[in-house]
C-alpha cells in the first residue's frame, strides 16, 4: 500500500509539472512574448480562467505528502522551514498580480503587477527545480530524523550541504528552462499574430539548451547521490524512463524548430512526465535519502501511515483525485481556442469577468 501511495504522490507532481508548469513558463517569458500593454493582456489571458485550478494539483501533492508519509511530511518542513517561506512569499504575489492587475486601472499599478508576475513566476520556476535537486541530492537527516540545510555553504556537495550547490542549481535552470519550452509552446497554441510568432521563437531558441542542461542534471545526479543508480542497475528496464524522456527533449526540439507548438507542448508534456517517473524510480523506496548516513534514509516504510489508513484514504483520496482531474478538463475544455488580439487595456475587466 506504501507503493500505491508513493505512485500517487509521483502522478500528482507530474500533472503538476506539467499545468502549473506551463503556468510558470508563461510567466518567466511574459515581458518578451508580449510587448505592448495590449499584448500582454493576451498573454495573461492564455492562463487567467485555469492557473489558480492548476496550483490545486500541488496542494494535493502536500495532502497526499501528509497523510501517507507524515514523518517525512514533517521532517522536510522543519528542515526546509525558511525554503517553503521563500515559495510561499512568491506563490502569494504572483497570484495577487494576476487577479488584481485590473483593480487599479493606472499604467503604474498594472506595470508592477505585471513585473511581480515574471519575477515570481522565473523564480518559482527555477526553486521548484533546486526544491527536487535537493531531494534527489539528499539532506543531513540524524537519527531523530530532522536536519537542518543553509541556504548555502561553499556550493559544493557533501555531508552537509546547503539549500543551493553547483548540483542543485544546474536542477534550477535546468527546470526553468524546460518549462520556458513549455510554457512558450502553450502562448503559442493559445495566441495569433505577433505574439504567437514570438513564442514560437522563444520555444525554438529555448529547446535545446534546456535539453542540453537536463542532460548533464541527469548524467551528474547519480555523482550527487549514489544511491540513485541502484535501482537502475538492479532493473535494466527502468531506463526506459529517462531514455524516453531524452527522446521526448530532442522530439520537443525537432517540433520546435519546425514551428509546431502543439506538438512541442505535447513533447514538452512527455518529457516532464517521464523525468519525473525516473527521479521517483531512482528515489524508491526512499522519500528523503540522507547525505550523512544512508541507514538514516526515510522511506515509504519508516515514515508511512498505518496500513489500514493508507488502505482506508486510498477510496477517499481516489475519489478527491477524480473531482480535481476532472475539473482541470473541464476547465481546459471550456477555455480552448486562440485568445484574440486585445483592442486596448480595457479587456482587461472581460477577462477578469471570464475568469
Request: with cysteine.
Amino acid at each position: 500500500m506504501e507503493t500505491v501511495w508513493f505512485c500517487l504522490l509521483a502522478l500528482v507532481a507530474a500533472i503538476y509539472g506539467i499545468l502549473d508548469g506551463y503556468d510558470l513558463g508563461v510567466g518567466a517569458l511574459y515581458p518578451f512574448i508580449g510587448r505592448t500593454p495590449e499584448e500582454r493582456e493576451s498573454v495573461r489571458r492564455t492562463i487567467l480562467p485555469v492557473w489558480d485550478g492548476n496550483e490545486v494539483w500541488l496542494i494535493a501533492g502536500g495532502g497526499i505528502l501528509f497523510f501517507s508519509f507524515p514523518v517525512a511530511y514533517s521532517s522536510g518542513f522543519a528542515g526546509f522551514y525558511l525554503a517553503f517561506f521563500v515559495l510561499l512569499w512568491l506563490l502569494i504575489p504572483r497570484g495577487l498580480a494576476l487577479e488584481l492587475r485590473d483593480e487599479v486601472p493606472h499604467p503604474l499599478t498594472r506595470g508592477f503587477c505585471d513585473g511581480v508576475f515574471f519575477w515570481s513566476s522565473t523564480l518559482l520556476g527555477f526553486l521548484f527545480g533546486v526544491a527536487l535537486g535537493n531531494v534527489l541530492r539528499g539532506v543531513p537527516l540524524d537519527a531523530s530524523g530532522y536536519f537542518f540545510v543553509p541556504f548555502w555553504t561553499i556550493m559544493g556537495l557533501g555531508p552537509h550541504p546547503g539549500v543551493f550547490d553547483w548540483y542543485t542549481v544546474l536542477a534550477g535552470f535546468s527546470t526553468l528552462a524546460v518549462l520556458m519550452v513549455h510554457g512558450s509552446a502553450f502562448a503559442a497554441a493559445r495566441t495569433v499574430g505577433p505574439v504567437r510568432n514570438r513564442a514560437r521563437q522563444a520555444a525554438k531558441y529555448a529547446s535545446v539548451p534546456a535539453v542540453m542542461l537536463s542532460t548533464a542534471w541527469a548524467a551528474l545526479s547519480p555523482v550527487a547521490n549514489p544511491v540513485l543508480n541502484e535501482n537502475y542497475f538492479g532493473h535494466p528496464w527502468a531506463y526506459a524512463l529517462p531514455v524516453g524522456a531524452g527522446v521526448a527533449g530532442l522530439a520537443m526540439i525537432v517540433l520546435a524548430w519546425l514551428g509546431r507548438e502543439r506538438g512541442t507542448f505535447i513533447a514538452s508534456s512527455t518529457a516532464i512526465v517521464l523525468s519525473v517517473g525516473a527521479s521517483a524510480l531512482a528515489l524508491y523506496p526512499r522519500l528523503l535519502p540522507s547525505t550523512l548516513d544512508h541507514a538514516q534514509d526515510l522511506t515509504i516504510y519508516n515514515s508511512g501511515a498505518s496500513h489500514y489508513a493508507l488502505t482506508a484514504g486510498l477510496v477517499w483520496g481516489a475519489f478527491g483525485l477524480t473531482l480535481a482531474f476532472g475539473y482541470s478538463v473541464f476547465a481546459h475544455y471550456k477555455f480552448r481556442g486562440r485568445v484574440p488580439p486585445q483592442a486596448n487595456e480595457g479587456a482587461a475587466s472581460q477577462a477578469g469577468q471570464l475568469h
